[in-house]
C-alpha cells in the first residue's frame, strides 16, 4: 500500500484509541457537570475571521494556518483554533447576555511535525461568555484542572498571570519596549524584528523567554481594576483548593486579550510540548470581529498531548468475547441479548472453529470468554483463575458484580 497518512496527521486506531474514547467521554462529562452544552461548528470558516479573531501578526495566522479558495473562489481557513469560531457563533446566534459553550473536535495548523506536535490535532475547550465577572474566569480554570485531573494525567501544574486591560498594558507595553531595546543584542533577530511589532510575543519566544527573568513583569502595572480582578480570581481557585503558581512572562501577544491568562504544564513532557493547556479572558475579542462588546473567557485542551503523557492504554476496548460452539447466527443472536444489558462484547461471524474463535479471543486480550453451547445450556464464563456456568440472563449481572 503506497498511501500514508499525511504528514503530521495520524490513524488513531485499537488499541490506542480507546484510550482517546475515554477521555474524551470524560470530557463530556465534566464539561456537562459545569453547565456548558455542546457547540458543533464548522471545521473551516472565512481566512479573514482568523485573521481577525487569532491576529495578523499572530505566527498562527502568518505561517500555520490552511488557506485555500474553494470552488466559488473564497478564501477559506481549516480553522486553527476555537475561539473566533466559538464567538461568531455567539454573535450569530442573536443571544443576549450569559453563555456558554464547550466543544471537542479537530484543529489544523501547519506545524513542523513532532511528538506532541501535529499537523491535525484534537482540542477540547469551553468558551463562557458575556461576563467580566472573575468567577467565572475561576469555574473556567477549575473545570479544566478538574478534567486534566479526571485523566489522571500525574504532576500537572497550573500556571497563572495577569496581563492588564487597554487601561493599564500601554505603560506595560512601553516599559517592556525600552528594557528590550537596552537587551537587543542578546535577542535573536526574530525578535528584534518583534520589538516594534508586538513586544509582548517576545517574552513569549521559546529561545528568548527564558532569557528575560529580569524584564518587567506585568504584575506591577496593573491598574486597580485589574489587580481587584487578579485577586479575586487568586481568591477564588484558592477557595476551591485549586493549586496555581504565578507565572509572570505567560503573556498573549494580542490586543484583545484582557487580564486572565492561563496554562496547565504536565511537568512530565519534554518541555517544548509540555503545555496540555491555555486559556484566559478576551474582552475585546467579539469587537475585533466586527461585533457588539463582549466578555468573555476559556480554555483550550490538547487531547494529543494529554494522551502523550498518560503513556500506553491499557484498556481493552471489549468486556468479552463470545465463542460459539453452535455457529454463529447463535452468537448473533446472544450478542444482541448481552449488548442490550451494556456488555461490550464481540463474535466471529465467519463460523470458524472454537479453537480460532478462542485465538481471537486472546488476540484481542479480552478479560472475559464466554462460550455459548446452545439453547437451554448454561453459558461457561471464562475468566483468567475463575470459571463460572451461568444462564444467559444471569450473566450481565455476574458482569456488574464484578
Ligand atoms: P493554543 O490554542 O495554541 O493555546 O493551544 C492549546 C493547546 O492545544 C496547547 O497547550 C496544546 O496542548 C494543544 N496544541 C496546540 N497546537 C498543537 C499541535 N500542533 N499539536 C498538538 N497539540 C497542539
Redesign the pocket.
Known amino acids: 500500500m503506497s498511501f500514508q497518512p499525511p504528514k503530521g496527521t495520524d490513524d488513531i486506531i485499537a488499541p490506542e484509541s480507546q484510550a482517546w474514547r475515554k477521555t474524551l467521554r470524560l470530557w463530556d462529562d465534566w464539561s456537562e457537570r459545569y453547565g456548558y452544552p455542546l457547540v458543533n461548528l464548522p471545521i473551516f470558516e472565512a481566512t479573514e475571521l482568523f485573521e481577525r479573531g487569532v491576529g495578523e501578526t499572530s505566527e498562527v495566522v502568518i505561517k500555520q494556518m490552511y488557506t485555500f479558495a474553494d470552488q466559488g473562489g473564497r478564501s477559506v481557513s481549516l480553522r486553527p483554533?476555537g475561539t473566533a469560531s466559538v464567538v461568531r457563533a455567539y454573535l450569530n446566534s442573536g443571544h443576549q447576555g450569559v453563555w456558554k459553550g464547550a466543544y471537542s473536535g479537530p484543529f489544523f495548523?501547519y506545524?513542523r511535525p513532532q511528538a506532541?506536535?501535529?499537523r491535525q490535532?484534537w482540542?477540547v475547550g469551553v468558551e463562557y461568555i458575556a461576563t467580566p465577572s472573575p468567577l467565572a474566569d475561576v469555574e473556567v480554570i477549575e473545570l479544566g484542572y478538574r478534567f486534566i485531573t479526571a485523566t489522571e494525567l500525574p504532576d500537572v501544574a497550573l500556571l497563572i498571570n495577569s496581563i492588564g486591560d487597554p487601561v493599564c498594558r500601554p505603560r506595560y507595553v512601553a516599559a517592556l519596549e525600552e528594557y528590550l531595546r537596552e537587551h537587543e543584542s542578546d535577542l535573536s533577530a526574530e525578535s528584534v524584528s518583534l520589538i516594534d511589532r508586538n513586544p509582548l510575543r517576545v517574552l513569549d519566544s521559546k529561545v528568548d523567554g527564558p532569557k528575560l527573568t529580569e524584564a518587567p513583569r506585568t504584575l506591577d502595572y496593573l491598574c486597580e481594576e485589574c489587580a481587584q480582578h487578579f485577586a479575586s480570581v487568586k481568591e477564588g481557585l484558592e477557595s476551591l483548593g485549586v493549586p496555581y503558581k504565578e507565572d509572570s512572562s505567560l503573556v498573549r501577544g494580542l490586543d484583545y486579550y484582557t487580564r486572565t491568562a492561563f496554562e496547565y504544564v504536565a511537568t512530565g513532557l519534554d518541555a517544548a510540548q509540555n503545555?496540555?493547556?491555555?486559556g484566559g479572558r478576551y474582552d475585546g475579542l467579539a469587537e475585533a470581529i466586527g461585533g457588539r462588546p463582549t466578555p468573555g473567557v476559556g480554555f483550550?485542551?490538547?487531547i494529543?498531548?494529554i494522551m502523550l503523557a498518560l503513556g500506553e492504554p491499557q484498556r481493552p476496548h471489549l468486556d468479552a468475547y463470545l465463542v460459539s460452539e453452535t455457529g454463529p447466527e447463535d452468537a448473533l443472536r446472544v450478542a444482541s441479548a448481552l449488548r442490550d444489558e451494556g456488555i461490550r462484547v464481540d463474535f466471529d461471524v465467519d463460523g470458524r472453529s472454537v479453537k480460532a474463535q478462542f485465538r481471537t479471543a486472546s488476540r484481542l486480550q479480552v478479560p472475559v470468554v464466554l462460550v455459548w453451547k446452545g439453547e437451554g445450556q448454561p453459558v461457561d464464563v471464562q475468566t483468567e483463575g475463575e470459571r463460572a456456568m451461568l444462564p444467559l440472563r444471569e450473566v450481565s449481572t455476574w458482569f456488574s458484580s464484578r
Not at 503545555?275 to 491555555?278: D, Y
Open positions: 483554533e495548523r506545524e506532541g506536535r501535529r490535532f482540542q503545555a496540555v493547556g491555555g483550550a485542551l490538547g494529543d498531548r
